[in-house]
């Protein structure tokens, strides 16, 4: 198995999780974002993925992208543990916060959305934390309400699901934009008891191979 990904990227960092969840071994190859104006740009890694965006998984004859996607993909195949569950109420409310935080979130933080900011919309830096900080405040005070709601140990009751998996890697981004996570209890606890897992742990962007955090490198 065959994972294209960024240290940092918070979508890539979903499937490391889940990987690891399922005690799934795979090659990673590092897309550097940022170098060079960005490797996923390269004609070669648009044939891989005309999105131009990580992660990518290939299995075999299986190449997929989008990050929830993959999960569904290692949960069909790999279903130890189960990281949706195939059928109850439970599915569909892990399905709705996953969803929240993949599709309604994380997008308006993304990179090319930040570089056309400042290239095109007459943003400076500022501007643009202040943008990052507004969408991702906005999706956090409606997620911490609805955890509040769902939560046991983990989001959705006692089990890891989907909802933990994408949950890291946006409190992860958050931090990095120094929004104060204090001010969602829920996501801030949950945030630290995932955190405890060695899984996530090990999939930390500073854990990864082409982190400049990682003396390995
Ligand atoms: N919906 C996609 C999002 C993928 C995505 O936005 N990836 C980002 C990193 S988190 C990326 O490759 N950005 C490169 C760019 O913006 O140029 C998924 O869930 O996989």
Redesign the pocket.
Known sequence: MRLYG?WR????YRVRIALNLKKLRYDYFAVN?IKDG?Q?HTDEFHRINPN????VLMDGATRI????TIIDYLDDHYPEPLLTPLSGEKRYKIKELAQDI?IDIHPLN???VQQYLINHADFDKEDEVEWLRHWITVGFAALDDKLRHTAGVYSVGAEVSLVDVCLVPQVYNALRFDVDVSQYPTIDRLYRALNEIPEFYRAAPERQPDSPQNKAT
């Open positions: 960024y990227s918070s979508a890539a974002l960005g996923q131009e965006l990580v992660p992208s989008q990050s929830l993949a993304n990179l090319r």
